[in-house]
């Protein structure tokens, strides 16, 4: 259960295009007991009819804030200590099976497209990744959020 676990865990979705996601990550970052949900680059927050039709209202339970620059926010992390964690496919990433998360962690969800920039992705702590077992390439954020929110968290 996450909220047994003794790692708190932040997110930080930056430069998301679809509000759907944006809501669904909402609803899953409050199911699975998120600390906080940043929002960054242009990444659409509430209040918006389409965020809250997916998120069922999370957006109301899970604390968020909108920082349009994300450097500032993953400076604030790090001050708190908190080490970040980019979710991305790439070279060099660990695996998040055996990733093991500090006490404090925040993890860096990218664009749909485009992922996390490289120039972002070098400022943070640690890089994971889901490993595929299919063809697709990738996973739409919302599931990977969701993945890698149950993953660090239990």
């Known amino acids: ?70 450097l500032d926010v993953i400076r604030r992390l790090k001050r708190r200590k908190v080490r970040v964690i980019g979710l991305e496919l790439t070279g060099g990433a660990t695996d998040l099976a055996t990733y093991r998360p500090s006490a404090g962690s925040a993890v860096l969800l990218g664009n749909e497209v485009t992922g996390v920039p490289p120039s972002i992705l070098s400022l943070c702590d640690d890089v994971v990744m889901i490993t595929r077992s299919g063809k697709k390439e990738s996973l739409n954020v919302s599931v990977a959020a969701g993945i890698a929110c149950w993953s660090l968290l239990n």
């Open 1 to 70: 259960m996450a909220g047994s676990s003794r790692t708190t865990l932040e997110l930080i979705a930056h430069d998301i295009r679809s509000r759907e996601n944006v809501g669904s990550i909402f609803r899953t970052g409050e199911f699975l007991g998120v600390r906080k949900l940043w929002l960054t680059g242009y990444t659409p927050a509430p209040p918006d009819p389409r965020i809250h039709k997916v998120s069922l209202g999370a957006e109301q339970t899970l604390p968020w804030e909108k920082v349009a620059d994300i």
